[in-house]
Nanobody, 113 residues
């Protein structure tokens, strides 16, 4: 069973930046599409960004131009770089490989002054 582990969440001021990591226990991102999701208290989990196995990325309108997906193949890790963070970005962020039905445990991002 593939495992995904997110890290990098923190408390940051508005306008700040964070880089989240999603580390896989096996080489999966080379072969499967993946997604970053987030869930704020009282809200449904929403899709933030996706990355195909071929490297193509797509972003939700709310984060387009501020968030960037990248991958380190040697580390089996996908990153979510988040710039110009806003209070409405506060949520638990999860990574997912839908084809395998695998989710990470999530990492908390709080944007607050």
């Amino acid at each position: 069973q593939v495992q995904l582990v997110e890290s990098g969440g923190a408390v940051v001021q508005p306008g700040g930046s964070l880089k989240l990591s999603c580390a896989a226990s096996e080489t999966v991102f080379r072969f499967y599409n993946m997604g970053w999701y987030r869930q704020a208290p009282g809200n449904q989990r929403e899709l933030v960004a996706t990355r195909t196995s071929g490297g193509r990325a797509n972003y939700a309108d709310s984060v387009k131009g501020r968030f960037t997906i990248s991958r380190n193949a040697a580390l089996n890790t996908v990153y979510l770089r988040m710039d110009n963070l806003k209070p409405e970005d506060t949520a638990v962020y999860y990574c997912n490989v839908d084809a395998l039905g695998v989710w990470g445990q999530g990492t908390q991002v709080t944007v607050s002054s």
